[in-house]
């Protein structure tokens, strides 16, 4: 954990450092990838049971290629009550708030006689990365696939890795509960080859999305083009500002729940009261220790985690606008007035009594967000991630004639007869 | 030119084989792309100096690195009025097109007592690729940087090459008229890399669009994610359906205005009438001998055209969706039903005098469109493009209260101990 000060000496050049610290490794998966990718294109099924037997250990003609719809369902149906209860919770709300995201379409008659609009369509297929082992999350699940329905997906396929043949049962039942159609047991770059290529039985999709690790992110990076992706996502974040009015318990949980995702995470607390920085950073000693995911949390806050005294809180609105943070959670006064302040956010936490975990499970918005930076230009996944507008004009042969001379001028201008021959053929112009 | 009629016996192979012909070249231009990334964070405006130097035989310490907003005035100013008022009104409309894309803002209280929203901003810089030589097109220009003045943007950077120097006025008039803050003499894959990264004089953007070469998409695919970009874009492409009630003349009019484009565009035709196809194959050949652009359309046409006889209209609907075409023309009885029934296309222009021209400039919507398949899973350029959305949430301790119990159940079950801790400190729950 690095401590500063905005009136240390050095602190913009180490601001300017903490803001450009990217975290992801991009190396050498590069090469690794794309030679996957070229097997599977090439061999099909046969790479992708090879690589699953090198990297998983089972044999798919074995094991089985696809987890049934039944056997989904019996996870479901296998749930303590107190889970099953917030899963549906959880699917129900993010449900409600990926509903109002349904684009509108457009179709009008403007004044020169030209109907014009616009007709929004889900994707055919969409594919969803769910991740294996530790990173293995329900919750992942339902942000990425509930979108896809609301949208209107016809088949959502998913991929995940069985390491040694095992799978998360609240995998499978968060797979029911949110309607996907096919789960596939591979994983890594070769299952983003699938998708994308299609291997076999596998039919291949529109889009894809989910997170992975470096070789997933970037297959779905070399197969952006041939499908879409939601995002190019990296290592996680969260900015908490607090002043010295907040319970340091409190911001000390929050501070550690994004730490406690991956070594490579970052947490970063402004306050404008520098015993509450102390207090914090004893808080998040204390709580480590008795932290079952102490391991990776205390590397990731060591690593990465950061304490930052301003004079005043709204010192701190440039800065955080810079971090561009994908969480950023207020716990002061007026965190209203603040965030009419920030430009950069993935997701806002308003209040004290709003920890960033609500986000990730039950709220409704989608946990899937722009991360290191890409918030100044990238948007948390959304329904029209999964959809696609197509434009439409019809004009009449007045209309034509209102708007015909103009461009059979450019056309001309741009050096393009052909473009204007075909109006003004119609219009019986010279051209 | 290729002729096929569904009734052929290979004609299921060979319209495949026209679905899947790429038309893209990645002739080896990713390890020279990289290459000039990599200059151009290393050495800055030296690297850019160099490139443009040995591409574009000019040296920009000599010719100036920025072309003056004066400079653009004074080309807008020396309009012939017909060009000046087809300029405008051009403009108008695809502003008063684009402002309806804007996005709402949402922000509401849900039956738990939680508000849940989401904001939109424009990014804070674009730029915008212009191509210089046969391709700087005005049209695209304005269809690139109107949407995001339309969004907000309250820096946009223009890159240009300029050839020994000279550039098209016609681009500094449309540069003029869009409102374009900066107009760079630096094009090709280094200009990417310099909005991307910043150079020197150069500041970093946040989104780059606009279309190039080879080179200059590469350059974007490597640089998405650092920046936003609108689309990998590849040849253009055409549909049109016509019955034989269209005069072949127009027809054929429309099929050239594509193929004039470039080299590797690619013309379609589909026709429940063979006589209908004779002719238009016929008025395509009579005009490609008076074309200005003859060598260019000529090898298109030969190269990429086909001609396709469908027994009815309707068997051409999932014909059509196959090719998920950036324009598609219906110039057949019932358009809109046609309509209806397709998927896939970027762009639909209904009825016998809506040629695909007239979206090209003056109609409104945006012409810069999904190409090679991607309208499966793209869109046209929008303002969206420009904007991104910060989702957000506040709740009071009630609300908590609410959600907290099933946060804590879902977090644990995830063995995220943290994220519980968040929300039950706060609730005084265990956790």
Sequence with gaps: MIRLSTTDADFADRFTALVEDRRESDAGVT??????????????????????????????????????????????????????????????RIRAYHEKQRPLDSDSVDSAGVRLGARWLPVDAAGIYVPGGRAAYPS????????????????????????DGQINPLVLAAAHLAGVDEVWRVGGAQAVA????????????????????????????????????????????????????????????????????????????????????DKVAAAVDRQLSALATEAVARVAWDANGAIIVVDTLADAIPLVDRLAAEHLQLAIPDPQGFFDHVRHAGSVFLGRYTPEAIGDYVAGPNHVLPTGRRARFA????????????????????????????????????????????????LRLNH
């Design 194 to 277: 699938a998708l994308a290529y299609g291997a076999g039985r596998i039919a291949p999709v529109d889009v894809i999305t989910g997170p992975g690790n470096a070789w997933v992110a970037e297959a779905k990076r070399q197969v952006y083009g041939v499908v879409g992706i939601d995002m190019v996502a990296g290592p996680s974040e969260i900015v908490v500002v607090a002043d010295a009015l907040n319970d340091p318990e409190w911001t000390a949980a929050d501070l550690l729940s994004q730490a406690e995702h991956d070594v490579t995470t970052q947490s970063i607390l402004f306050t404008d009261d520098a015993a509450f920085a």
């Design 379 to 426: 948007s948390g996944l959304s329904v029209l991630d999964f959809m696609k507008r197509t434009s439409f004009l019809a004009l009449d042969e007045a209309a034509l004639r209102e708007l015909g001379p103009a461009t059979v001028a450019l056309a001309n201008a741009e050096g393009l007869p052909a473009h204007a021959k075909s109006v003004a053929l119609r």
């Design 140 to 163: 992942s699940l339902l942000m990425n696939a509930i979108p896809a329905k609301v949208a209107g997906v016809g088949r959502l396929a998913m991929v995940t890795p069985t390491p």
């Design 31 to 92: 090469q690794d990838v794309a030679a996957i990718i070229a097997s599977v294109r090439r061999d099909g099924e046969a790479a992708l049971r090879d690589l699953t037997q090198k990297h998983d250990r089972h044999d798919l003609e074995a094991t089985g290629w696809q987890i049934d719809a039944a056997d989904c369902k019996a996870a479901f149906d296998a749930l303590e009550p107190e889970l099953r209860t917030a899963l549906e919770l959880a699917a129900a």
